[in-house]
T-cell receptor, first 116, second 116 residues
Framework: AQTVTQSQPEMSVQEAETVTLSCTYD???????LFWYKQPPSRQMILVIR??????QNATENRFSVNFQKAAKSFSLKISDSQLGDTAMYFC?????????????FGAGTTVTVRA | NAGVTQTPKFQVLKTGQSMTLQCAQD?????MYWYRQDPGMGLRLIYY???????DKGEVPNGYNVSRLNKREFSLRLESAAPSQTSVYFC???????????????FGNGTRLTVT
């Protein structure tokens, strides 16, 4: 079974500043996928960014970028120019690349509060 | 475009009562999932269905049953509710026919269940 660890239960950041959320995972697989999801107070789960393990280039989506370190099994999320609407809980998720096995494992989440 | 629709949004049960949580998706997705979300524990997989006609246990299946009624619908049943099943339940789906392995999960808006 895969384990996903988010070691920061809560983070606080000033508006327009940068915050980095950590995520580590444990797997013996060589090919897999990683995701960050955002859950605002509305409870809706929203995909923020995804990364394929076979790609060395770090994924970027507007103000969101990841630092994927495969050897270290680390997948951190950087939020640049933080906005009040970024206030949410953020979940890191892992899915191995295996036909017929489509389970996603989630970390415990990090609550991010953006201060005005 | 409804996406993933869950009903009901809220439910209160007494210990020992039964109920079924309904989920339907209109995105022609093959795989469907039921997760529960508890504080400090992230999302844990209860059951999933990789394709129509198949279901598999996830991390925390005890006390639950599922039915993949057709490609669109995936229901979760609590036969005899217990206070430990108080949680927020999310249905999700992914992978349209012909879609890639890195297809993300699309979530419903969740059901908040309280068992007294």
């Amino acid at each position: 079974a895969q384990t996903v660890t988010q070691s920061q239960p809560e983070m606080s950041v000033q508006e327009a500043e940068t915050v980095t959320l950590s995520c580590t995972y444990d797997t013996s697989e060589s090919n897999y996928y990683l995701f960050w999801y955002k859950q605002p107070p509305s409870r809706q789960m929203i995909l923020v960014i995804r990364q394929e393990a076979y790609k060395q280039q770090n994924a970027t989506e507007n103000r969101f970028s990841v630092n994927f370190q495969k050897a270290a099994k680390s997948f951190s999320l950087k939020i640049s120019d933080s906005q009040l609407g970024d206030t949410a809980m953020y979940f890191c998720a892992f899915m191995k690349h295996a036909v017929g096995d489509y389970k996603l494992s989630f970390g415990a989440g990090t609550t991010v509060t953006v201060r005005a | 475009n409804a996406g993933v629709t869950q009903t009901p949004k809220f439910q209160v049960l007494k210990t020992g009562q039964s109920m079924t949580l309904q989920c339907a998706q209109d995105m022609n997705h093959n795989s469907m999932y039921w997760y529960r979300q508890d504080p400090g524990m992230g999302l844990r997989l209860i059951y999933y269905s990789a394709s129509e006609g198949t279901t598999d246990k996830g991390e925390v299946p005890n006390g639950y049953n599922v039915s993949r009624l057709n490609k669109r619908e995936f229901s979760l049943r609590l036969e005899s509710a217990a206070p430990s099943q108080t949680s927020v339940y999310f249905c999700a789906s992914r992978v349209p026919t012909g879609g890639g392995d890195n297809s993300p999960l699309h979530f419903g808006n969740g059901t908040r269940l309280t068992v007294t």
